[in-house]
Every structure is written in structure tokens, then in C-alpha cells.
């Protein structure tokens, strides 16, 4: 299927070169451009990984710009955003570099990079802006006429529906006699001259922003309880934008105000619902996003590129005093069964702990759940997640949490190949001291943060260091733990088809490693450990494991305490170990068994009846999720487990969705 993937864009690519009798050796491809061209490079880069299913339509976007300088930057070319020869060739070429980092053809693939990267592009020779300039003068020239046929003509077609020409989307590909006398009444409306053709200027007026709809503009404005062509032809438009799932019908109705105020939303409007002349020419302009794309790329996860963690201290320790905090990604309360407590009682390292059994998450996910745990800032569903780190890493409790942590004399660092790095970007540059700024240091040597049953396997070699320095550390280690794929069995080794408590087992094991090393170096007796979750199971148990052992803490077994402690106390919690106070919240010493408590567990969702489809944090397609669920319960996990299954939530619409 590839393979005539591939035979199909160079075909359609040589006929685009007949019809418009130039050499595509002298074409570039830009932000702005149009056509059945551009549609054939985007499906290259689907096939590529590039892209994840969204290119419904034939331009060449914002977002096209910046997928295009993610290809560049994967096969070490320069980011331009622009397609050149040299850069088209390479595309489709065996030798070109896949999203993943792989090439697509490894035989191929550097003897045809260093040739892309050495070439000029053609372009911007003095012949070929002469040639361009000659062409963009011939206005008048026919591209299509009365007769022709093809996927070219088809194009044209289906953006002729979206502005209204058609009334319903044609499916012929043939440039036929209805199709003439829609052309005319399209450059009749535009101010064009009328022949009924295809000209250079008809073709370049259809696809800009400019283009008009029959009659001309938008007068007045379009609301809920209105009806007509001009409504029917927003439906459709919002349907191609991947507001809505269904294109038909012609009545403004409720549903339809919900999805205007989310576009407006992610377009930068006022959120009134309704569409008034300039909205209305946006909407149908190819300025306006889809419903799967970023309003500001700075707000991209793509920004991963640019801020790394350095993992050069994951096995270290300091003289002066330590709070090592293991995440154990997914350890949801209940998978603590008969079976794995056992083996965690067999490895002996846990008997200094107390382990509290009633731990609310707070959120069920990653990047918002570790982002309130370090910054005390609650999740805003109405938010770009990109907006929601931003707010949180500037927040004034964590610049709070952040000062005094440095004021004390700790350095703070983060391991973890997510979450931070994607997540706090330049926001979080001085807080967590082992994040770097790739921007103004490209050349910083970044050594890796090891994960899976990697961890271990470097941990062995390693073995834990000791730094004698007058600096205390706070180590946040991020293992995978319970989520999958299972990849460990009980001892921390590889094992390809390992079950979930074998995991579990597996990554404690591996911090039991850590710790022993700790005690052979002298510095478990006035360390605080903790041992927890980002999240539970989203399903059936969402309360999270809690273990900690503060300094002179000693035990013939781990003690249980079952206070209805939450993550909305880990920053208080944290104040309190390191000696300062926390006025924005509790820690988990203010709590103590029996007491109640109100606490809320939220967790993303799906209902594309009531709300539309969002654009994806984690990459620039549609997300998974589009609602916020939000479960309010008092007492222990049981509780929280038969709201779950009630359905007994609260939900708001997502503006975007992590992933």
C-alpha cells in the first residue's frame, strides 16, 4: 500500500507538471500555497509520521510550516518551513528520516540526506524568480477547462463546495458544463474575469482567504434559531474543520453555538457563539485552525525539542541531606495485592516506612497531575494545556514552593523523559536545576535519563554515588511502575511478556536497589523517602500507593495510616520536610485517621455528542479526550470506587486534550 502510495504522488506530481507547463526543479512549496501539490506531500508525510490522519484539506498552513521544520529538523537540514527541490526529493525518497527517528529505506538514508542538505534551493536562483515572475503575470493563462478530468479537477470541486457553489459534495472528477457555469458565478462574485476556466487567477483566488461565497459577504449575523444556505454552508465549513462530526443540515441550533464558542475559542475570538461578518469570512479563509491544530505554537509539545532534562545525577546523593521521591507511574491502591505485598515484604527494605492507604491523586494522568504536585496550581479544563503549565510554572505558589526549596540550601531535579521537559519548558529554567535550555545551549552535553528496566540495569553499573558538597538534594526519580507495557519481572529484569504484578514487584525492587545502595553509603538514617504514584487506574481504583520514611524513622514492618491525605498536600508536605511553612494548603501531617474529608479525583473523558473533537497536546492532531470528569467523594477509596462506577461526575468541555 505504501509502495503505490508512493507511485501515485510522483504520478500526480508529473501530471500537476504538464498542466502547468513549469519545472517543478524551480518550485517552492510555502505556507499560503494551495492545491492537489501540496495535498501529495502531506499524504507522504502521514505515510511518514508526520501528520496522524488530519489533512482533510489541500493548503499549506501554519501547521504544514511547522511539521515541515520538524522533518527538517529529524534529517539535519536547515527549518525553513518551505519545500525546495532538493528537500521535495528527499521527502519522497527511500533516505528520508520518519517522525520516529528511523530512516525510511537505512540503506539509503545518508548518501541521500547530505546530497538534500548540500543542495541550494532552486528557487531562489536568479532564473527561477524570473520564471516565477513570468508565470505570475500570465493571470489569464487556463489550467482547467471544460473537459479536463482528474483528482486536480476534483479539488477544485470540493473547495468550490466549501464556499457554497455546490449544494452538496461533488464525488465526479470531471470538469463538466455545471462545472463551467459554477466557475463563472464564482469569478463573477469574486471580481474576476468571467470565461468559466480555470485561470492562474481563478485557481489563486479560490484557494485564499479572500475567497467569496455566492452573493459576496456575510450581512448581519448568524445565530441560534437562524436557517438558510449561509448557515448551511458554516455546518459544512465546521465539518471540514473537525468541529463537527456531521456536515448536514441548515438550522443554527444549540449544538452548533457550542462548537462556534469553541473555535472562537481556539482562534482568538470572543466566545459569544455567534458569527458575525468578519468571524464568518475567518471561518471560511485558510487562516482558521482546525480542530485539531494549536492556536500558538509556543503552547506546542513539540517545544520538547528545545528543553531537555539532564539526567547526569540520577544515581547521586549528597552528604549534606537528601529527599528522594520515587514516582511509580499507575500504582493504583488496589493493585497493592496479597501477592505483591508479599514479595514487597520478602525484598525487606520497606519495614521503616508507613504507608498511607487512603491517597486521593487528585488527577488522573500525568502531565496534570505532576504539574499540581510541584506547583500547587489546580487544572483549569477551560485552559490549552499549554496555558495550564505556563499558569502553574509562574504561579505564586510555585515560586513560593520553588524559592524556599533553593533559600534552604536543596537543588531540585527531575528525571523523567516526559512530563517536565514537555510540559514546563522555559517556564520552569531555575526551578528544576537539571533542566536545560537547548535554545541558548545548543552544544550542552545532556546525558540520558534512563528508564524502563534500563533504570536498573545502570543502576547496577553505576551504583549510587556519593557527592560530598554543601548542597542538600531533592530527587524526584519518575519510573514507568504499573503502567504499561509490562516490560520487568519481579527481580527488574527484561521480560517480554511480564504480568502487571510481576511489573510492579519488578520497579519496586528496583528502588529497593536504590535505597540499599543509599544505606551503604550512610545516608538512609537522615533521608525522607517517599514512594507514590502520579495516578491510579482510571477505572476501577484511582487512590494511589503512599509510602514514607522521614529521618530515624525505624520499623519492624511498614506501619499502615489510613488519613484521607491527597497529592493537593504534596507541596505542603514537601515545605514541611525541608522546614518552611506552606499558607496555601496541607500537608500530610495535618491529617490523622478517622477523620473526614471531602476531596475531589479528576480524570479526562469522551462524548462527542454534547461537545466536538479538540486538538491533541502531545502532537498536532485531534485528541483522545474531550471532557473533564470530575468525581467528589467522602471517605476512603471504596467510596471513590462507587462513584466511579454510578457515574456520579461532574464535567466541563476540555479546550484540548494531553493526548
Known amino acids: 500500500m505504501k509502495g503505490i502510495k508512493r507511485i501515485a504522488a510522483w504520478m500526480l506530481i508529473l501530471c500537476m507538471a504538464l498542466s502547468f507547463a513549469s519545472a517543478f526543479a524551480e518550485t517552492v512549496y510555502k505556507e499560503g500555497d494551495a492545491g492537489p501539490e501540496v495535498m501529495a506531500i502531506k499524504e507522504r508525510m502521514l505515510e511518514l509520521g508526520y501528520y496522524n490522519g488530519n489533512i482533510s484539506h489541500n493548503r499549506f498552513n501554519d501547521t504544514m510550516t511547522e511539521r515541515v521544520k520538524q522533518l527538517q529538523k529529524m534529517n539535519g537540514l536547515d527549518q525553513t518551513g518551505r519545500v525546495d527541490e532538493a528537500l521535495y526529493q528527499l521527502i519522497f525518497s527511500d533516505a528520508v528520516i520518519k517522525k520516529d527517528g528511523k530512516p525510511f529505506n537505512p540503506s539509503a538514508a545518508a548518501p541521500a540526506a547530505e546530497a538534500a542538505a548540500s543542495q541550494p534551493a532552486a528557487a531562489e536562483t536568479p532564473a527561477a524568480q524570473e ?52 466557475v463563472m458565478q464564482f469569478q463573477d462574485s469574486n471580481g474576476l474575469t468571467v470565461t468559466g476556466t ?62 462556534i464558542r469553541v473555535l472562537q475559542r481556539m482562534n482568538g475570538f470572543e466566545e459569544t457563539g455567534v458569527i458575525d461578518p468578519e468571524l464568518y469570512d475567518y471561518i471560511l479563509s485558510d487562516k482558521c485552525t482546525y480542530a485539531g491544530e494549536h492556536v500558538n505554537p509556543m503552547y506546542n509539545a513539540g517545544m520538547r525539542f528545545f528543553y531537555e532534562l539532564d539526567g547526569e545525577k540520577l544515581y547521586h546523593v549528597s552528604s549534606s541531606g537528601n529527599i528522594v521521591i520515587f514516582i511509580v507511574d499507575y500504582f493504583a491502591n488496589n493493585y497493592l495485592n496479597s501477592w505483591v505485598k508479599s514479595n514487597l515484604k520478602t525484598i525487606g527494605t520497606f519495614e521503616d516506612f508507613t504507608y498511607y492507604n487512603n491517597c486521593d491523586p487528585r488527577y488522573i494522568g500525568t502531565y496534570p497531575s505532576i504539574t499540581h504536585m510541584l506547583t500547587g496550581n489546580e487544572y483549569s479544563p477551560s485552559l490549552l494545556v499549554g496555558e495550564y503549565f505556563e499558569q502553574s510554572w509562574n504561579s505564586e505558589t510555585c515560586n513560593y514552593i520553588f524559592n524556599n526549596i533553593h533559600d534552604r540550601g536543596y537543588e531540585f531535579r527531575y528525571y523523567y523523559y516526559t512530563s517536565i521537559s514537555d510540559g514546563a519548558m522555559t517556564w520552569a529554567l531555575g526551578k528544576v536545576d537539571n533542566l536545560v535550555d537547548k535554545v541558548n545551549n545548543p552544544d550542552a552535553k545532556i546525558t540520558p535519563i534512563y528508564s524502563y528496566t534500563d533504570f536498573n540495569d545502570h543502576l547496577k553499573q553505576e551504583g ?49 536497589n536504590y535505597i540499599e545502595q543509599m544505606k551503604a553509603l550512610g545516608v538512609y538514617e537522615d533521608s525522607t523517602i517517599i514512594i507514590t504514584a502520579d495516578h491510579g487506574d482510571k477505572g476501577n481504583n484511582m487512590q ?9 524513622e525505624h520499623h519492624s514492618q511498614w506501619v499502615e495510616n489510613s488519613a484521607p491525605i491527597s497529592h493537593d498536600d504534596f507541596p505542603g508536605t514537601l515545605m514541611a520536610l525541608i522546614g518552611a511553612e506552606y499558607p496555601y494548603g496541607d500537608s500530610i501531617f495535618d491529617w490523622n485517621p478517622g477523620e473526614t474529608r471531602q476531596r475531589t479525583c479528576s480524570v479526562v473523558g469522551q462524548d462527542l455528542d454534547a461537545y466536538s473533537r479538540v486538538s491533541c497536546y502531545s502532537d498536532l492532531g485531534m485528541g483522545s479526550h474531550n471532557i473533564w470528569k470530575t468525581y467528589v467523594y467522602v471517605g476512603d477509596g471504596n467510596e471513590l470506587t462507587k462513584q466511579v462506577k454510578r457515574d456520579a461526575f461532574e464535567y466541563e468541555p476540555l479546550a484540548q486534550s494531553f493526548n
Open 131 to 182: 520564471q516565477q515572475a513570468a508565470a505570475s503575470d500570465d493571470s489569464l493563462k487556463v489550467l482547467y477547462r471544460e473537459g479536463d478530468s482528474g483528482k486536480e479537477v476534483l479539488a477544485i470541486k470540493e473547495r468550490m463546495f466549501e464556499l457554497g457553489y455546490y449544494n452538496t459534495l461533488p464525488t465526479v472528477n470531471s470538469y463538466n458544463s455545471t462545472m463551467t457555469e459554477r
Open 198 to 259: 480555470i485561470t492562474r487567477e481563478t485557481y489563486d483566488a479560490m484557494f485564499s482567504s479572500s475567497a467569496r461565497m455566492p452573493g459576496g459577504a456575510l450581512s448581519g449575523v448568524l445565530k441560534q434559531g437562524d436557517s438558510g444556505q449561509k448557515v448551511g454552508v458554516m455546518r459544512k465549513r465546521l465539518a471540514e474543520l473537525g468541529y463537527y462530526e456531521n456536515q448536514g443540515g441548515s438550522t443554527f441550533d444549540a449544538t452548533m453555538t457550542a462548537r
Open 464 to 512: 549510587v554515588k556519593l557527592d560530598q558538597t554543601d548542597k542538600k538534594y531533592i530527587q524526584m526519580i519518575h519510573l514507568r511502575g504499573a503502567h504499561g507495557p509490562y516490560t520487568s519481572d519481579a527481580n527488574g529484569k527484561y521480560k517480554n511478556d511480564a504480568s502487571r504484578d510481576e511489573n510492579v514487584v519488578g520497579y519496586m525492587s528496583m528502588v529497593a
Open 544 to 552: 494511589v500507593v503512599y509510602w514514607i520514611k522521614q529521618p530515624g
